[in-house]
């Protein structure tokens, strides 16, 4: 069989990896877009150097955009496969993709405009929701720690990272010409102490394995410490200053962590008695997914739930639904504290809220997660003093600050530590993916110290043989 790496090849997005067999099936890991590259994005995303229509089934780690994405993109292009993942990826595949859609109708209608008053021909959507909501009827959803056979010849297992409700790392059984090849991809690599999820679970031993690289080159602070800061931040910025704490965060995972430790902070009396706004749909509605998957989540919450019957909700916490209650924000003069889509600070209704808060000195900017080098949120936390949004320049005079051990993705301390459940001197190779060069080479170096043996950093385009 091969195995080609096409997205997230010495890069942080796009995830997709095309096994083949010998008989011509064709297995895709993950379908993810590429994000944070501003206008060649979207050339990347639509040149998918496979026939989708000839993809048999796709493998699903979990549902973030990055490594889903681009299903409805296949879809729409004559995919008629199988999705294979877990039940709660599929659950937030079903919001999210057709959140996506809707992003990708909005804003290629905007861009259509600009390109009429420029004398230019319109351009059609990458996909619309239509076809994210059509897709789903391919989603086929299993337990986690259950393996599932496809067919006679590929079986797979997915086991929790502890990454994103339902992410789970991939051991895929293949058997051809009377032989068994167990192939095993990691997605993305949570932390060992989430606030929401289970741990990271050891799989079964792999002759191939498949690996991100994200935080390679990282360490993080300490989990408590994260939640103290978090706390020190809201004081600051809402007491102390007397102003608006933005904070930029993923609608799924990151939003419901940051709502369950200012939970924890309201029930203990500890949290200011300041307003708090989730502005974000997606993130309301991945929110009630939550709730309706308590097998994903770790002791200390189960035991939150026993005593508080909402995690996710308090007095003073408002989730903001409509684009008119969203705007209403813009007019409070209290100090108050607004969560909003997207992390990277890229799309979504937290720009509207950048573009109206970062010049004044009274507020202050909260990065919670990472963001890719050539984004939005990725420049203001480098400090550049001077950025445009909506194409209009903005001083940067607000406070910025940022909580790395917010983030979903293991160091390369808790990877190693994680990948110590495989017997390394039997797995063949290790590839490693998702993830900056830089980050890559250092981690590749890491891992060789732990005792992993032949590692390959893929480019684009590399096919492999496996024997």
Do not use: W
């Amino acid at each position: 069989m091969k195995i080609k790496f096409i997205g997230a090849a010495r890069e942080v997005t796009g995830s997709k990896t095309l096994i083949t067999l010998d008989n011509g099936k064709k297995i895709l890991l993950d379908c993810g877009m590429f994000q944070g590259k501003g206008q060649e994005t979207d050339s990347m995303n639509r040149n998918l150097g496979f026939e989708p229509s000839e993809i048999d089934h796709i493998i699903l780690t979990h549902a973030h955009i990055d490594h889903s994405g681009l299903i409805p993109f296949v879809y729409r292009l004559g995919f008629r496969g199988s999705v294979i993942c877990t039940n709660a990826t599929r659950d937030l595949c079903a919001i999210m993709l057709a959140d996506s859609g809707h992003i990708q109708e909005s804003d290629t209608e905007m861009n259509n405009k600009k390109r009429a008053r420029r004398g230019q021909e319109p351009v059609e959507p990458i996909y619309v929701k239509e076809d994210a909501l059509r897709c789903m009827e391919l989603f086929i959803g299993t337990a986690q720690n259950r393996k599932f056979y496809i067919n006679d010849q590929i079986k797979v297992r997915f086991t929790t990272t502890g990454h994103l409700l339902g992410a789970g790392a991939a051991l895929i059984e293949i058997t051809e010409n009377g032989k068994l090849t167990k192939i095993a991809y990691t997605g993305d690599i949570g932390r060992p102490s989430s606030r929401i999820l289970k741990a990271p679970e050891p799989f079964a031993q792999c002759d191939y394995l498949i690996t991100e690289a994200t935080y390679g080159n990282r360490l993080h602070p300490q989990m408590q410490d994260a939640e103290e800061e978090l706390l020190r931040v809201v004081t600051e910025a809402c007491v102390k200053r007397g102003g608006k704490l933005i904070i930029p965060s993923f609608a799924i995972g990151r939003t419901q962590e940051l709502v369950l430790s200012l939970n924890n902070f309201f029930n203990e009396g500890r949290l200011p008695k300041v307003q708090i706004y989730v502005d974000s749909p997606l993130a309301i509605n991945a929110t009630d997914i939550f709730r309706l998957h308590p097998e994903c989540f770790n002791n200390d919450v189960l035991e939150v739930i026993e005593k508080d019957n909402d995690a996710f909700g308090f007095d003073s916490l408002h989730y903001v639904k409509t684009a008119q209650e969203s705007k209403k924000l813009n007019f409070i003069k209290k100090p108050c504290v607004i969560i909003s889509a997207s992390g990277m600070m890229e799309a979504g209704r937290i720009k509207h809220h950048l573009a109206n808060n970062i010049s004044n000195p009274k507020n202050t900017i909260l990065a919670v997660g990472y963001c890719a080098p050539s984004t939005l949120g990725a420049r203001i936390i480098r400090g550049e003093r001077l950025i445009s949004i909506f194409g209009i320049q903005y001083e940067v005079n607000a406070t910025i600050e940022k909580i790395e051990a917010f983030s979903g993705h293991g160091d390369y301390s808790e990877m190693l530590s994680y990948l110590n459940c495989q017997d390394k001197s039997q797995i063949k190779k290790t590839f490693l993916v998702h993830g900056d060069y830089d980050a890559q080479l250092y981690y590749k170096d890491k891992m060789k110290e732990a005792g992993f043996g032949d590692i390959e950093i893929p480019e684009a385009g590399n096919e492999f043989v496996l024997n």
